[in-house]
């Protein structure tokens, strides 16, 4: 004889196939218009494109450059914040693509604020950090910048501009930092001249002081 809890599941079961057959049109029917409102709803979304671009950084970190953004004032100097101690290039070069320093050269290149029809600098700033994806393959550590856009062309060219900008940055901080170092040797040159004179002075001094022979002059 059949347990009565065994039986009890056994009705259940069957009141729960009556009430879907009962409802099969009603089922039927919201299905069918889920599909048809996914299909409706995918047709008309702007179809979107991404291009991706990549680059591998130097396998040595530039400690110089590290130096010189941490010391550096200005938008080159936010470039550096927190990130520079550490890590590696390319996460050094993440965090300069990712800088607003960058960003302001997409803005004005390509007019995003009326591409992306926006009234305040911030909300395209928010918008593009959307389009945007920038990551490091850790095993190789090559950097992917990928952009999405309605236009694929424009998609690949914003791609490349993030690396053209990349490089810009990068050649205008190696600049200023040789600059940087001839602006010390030279210093150091004047320096090491005036310590010369004053001693030749001193010495001198000394030997007419005292009636000393000079030897050079003998």
């Not at 095993?139 to 990349?166: C, F, G, H, W």
Request: hydrophobic share 40%; net charge negative; charged share 30%.
């Amino acid at each position: 004889m059949p347990h009565p809890e065994y039986i009890e599941d056994e009705i259940n079961l069957i009141d729960y196939f009556l009430v879907l057959l009962k409802h099969k049109w009603m089922i039927f029917c919201i299905v069918t218009f889920a599909i048809i409102l996914s299909v409706v709803v995918s047709l008309l979304l702007p179809k979107m494109y991404t291009a991706t671009a990549r680059v591998l950084p130097p396998k040595e970190p530039d400690s110089g450059l590290s130096a010189l953004l941490t010391q550096s004032g200005g938008p080159l100097g936010g470039l550096a914040g927190g990130f520079v101690s550490g890590k590696t290039t390319s996460d050094l070069y993440v965090g300069m693509l990712k800088s607003r320093t960058v960003a302001d050269i997409l803005i004005e290149e390509f007019d995003l604020k009326e591409l992306y029809q926006k009234k305040y600098l911030e909300d395209v700033y928010k918008h593009l950090a959307k389009r945007i994806n920038i990551r490091v393959s850790r095993r190789d550590q090559i950097i992917s910048v990928s952009v999405e856009d309605k236009d694929p062309e424009r998609a690949a060219d914003m791609a490349n501009t993030y690396l053209d900008a990349l490089d810009r940055i990068n050649r205008t901080v190696n600049i200023t930092e040789g600059q940087r170092k001839r602006i010390f040797l030279e210093k150091r040159l004047e320096e090491a001249e005036d310590d010369l004179s004053r001693a030749e002075i001193a010495l001198k001094e000394f030997q007419e002081k005292y009636g000393l022979v000079s030897i050079e002059e003998q």
